[in-house]
Nanobody, 122 residues
Framework: QVPLVESGGGLVQAGGSLRLSCAAS????????LGWFRQAPGKEREFVATISWSGSITYYADSVKGRFTISRNNAKNTVYLQMDSLKPEDTAVYYCAAGGSVDRTSERYPYWGQGTQVTVSS
């Protein structure tokens, strides 16, 4: 069973918006912090945003602050990433991850989804 499943990726023009979703099984969601990371071709995976179990703590990468919003619905075991004012440099595969606490380091997240492609055209 895949612990995390992302959806909502696609092709959008610069300045547009997308909303990513990540559905998790109960074991990988309850009590966990959820994070979004991304990896562009030829680049290392990088942190995008993370949210605590309660939703009261959120962190963002400087490159997306003010444009992206992370949220979660614990009743639906789902985390979201609302992406506005998209730029071509946001093009990447976006991954959802679950871990014990909010952290910007990917190694702190033991559970990962398979990713969803986001492509922003100029």
């Amino acid at each position: 069973q895949v612990p995390l499943v992302e959806s909502g990726g696609g092709l959008v023009q610069a300045g547009g918006s997308l909303r990513l979703s990540c559905a998790a099984s109960g074991r990988t969601f309850v009590g966990k912090a959820l994070g979004w990371f991304r990896q562009a071709p030829g680049k290392e995976r990088e942190f995008v945003a993370t949210i605590s179990w309660s939703g009261s703590i959120t962190y963002y990468a400087d490159s997306v602050k003010g444009r992206f919003t992370i949220s979660r619905n614990n009743a639906k075991n789902t985390v979201y990433l609302q992406m506005d004012s998209l730029k071509p440099e946001d093009t990447a595969v976006y991954y959802c991850a679950a871990g014990g606490s909010v952290d910007r380091t990917s190694e702190r997240y033991p559970y990962w989804g398979q990713g969803t492609q986001v492509t922003v055209s100029s």
